[in-house]
């Protein structure tokens, strides 16, 4: 078994045929390799949320450190390279480095607040009109999405995956899934502009055109507009004139004459 042969703990672990084994994915030889190990993950585990100050179960991070280690056919173990150092440094520094992206991910979603969890009623309704606009976007891109910019859709740009995950599970090359993401990601864009509805008129256009327009008309100005326009008008004109000039908008008059003598 391992346990006979695993040294005690700090000492470097020999890498023999039966960790070759659990490595490969042995069910007898993984689950000793796990069990030996289970310790000194939770001791992980355990400083990381002391240090991190987040109310989480150790014990929970300990089992997603494991979960994530052993996904997707063991991984990331079978980085370890014997030419390089030891087992148990190696599997250390990989449990510290999930555990610090354990509870950087736990801090995140404590730091939303609770009516935007998927758990809520609110949230789950929102789904559904989401579903909708995702669904009128899909109909309107032209060409069609096909099957892998489908997957792109739901799994990473609406879901939680990343391009690199799913680049592995469709057997395909993680720059290739990149570029087709971008050109999908542009015609969603294309799509969501041909559905979204005209804009409104800006406030605070020229009046010009407006004031200009013949009277009686159903798209003339109102009179009340058409004097506050005047009177802006005005304020403006009385403010460039010079100083000693007669008001403006007053009567013009010419200047008296000097007045004449009486006859005699």
């Known amino acids: 078994m391992i346990r006979a042969r695993l ?15 659990a490595l490969a994915g042995c069910a007898a030889p993984l689950q000793r390799l796990c069990a ?12 990381a949320v002391a240090r991190g100050r ?9 089992q997603e450190i494991w979960c994530r280690l052993l996904h997707d056919g063991r991984r990331r173990l079978r980085y370890f390279c014997p030419g390089r150092g030891a087992f148990g440094p190696f599997l250390r520094s990989l449990a510290r ?3 610090v992206a354990i509870l950087r991910e736990a801090r995140r979603r404590a730091a939303v607040p609770a009516h935007v ?8 309704l929102a789904t559904v009109d989401d579903r909708l606009l995702i669904q009128r976007a899909l109909d309107s891109v032209r060409p ?39 050109r999908l990601q542009e015609r ?9 509805p005209p804009c409104a008129p800006i406030r605070g256009r020229p009046l010009g055109p407006i004031t200009r327009a013949t009277p009686g008309r159903s798209d003339c100005m109102s009179n009340s507009s058409a004097r506050l326009a005047l009177q802006e008008g005005t304020r403006r004109a009385a403010s460039a004139q ?19 003598p009486p006859k005699e």
């Open 188 to 196: 969603l864009v294309d799509a969501g502009r041909r559905l979204s």
């Open 54 to 62: 987040i109310d989480v179960d150790p014990r929970d991070v300990a």
């Open 97 to 99: 480095q999930q555990a």
């Open 117 to 124: 969890h998927d758990d809520h009623p609110r949230a789950s």
């Open 144 to 182: 069609p999405p096909g099957r892998v910019e489908q997957a792109l859709l739901l799994e990473v740009v609406v879901g939680t995956a990343t391009v690199r995950q799913l680049a592995r599970r469709l057997g395909l090359s993680d720059a290739a899934l990149y570029k087709r993401q971008q």
């Open 36 to 47: 030996y190990f289970q310790p000194q993950v939770l001791e992980i585990a355990v400083r």
């Open 242 to 260: 010079p100083p000693g000039a007669p008001p403006v908008g007053a009567p013009r008059t010419s200047p008296r004459s000097p007045p004449r």
């Open 7 to 21: 040294p005690p703990r700090g000492a470097p672990l020999a890498l023999d045929e039966e960790i070759d084994d």
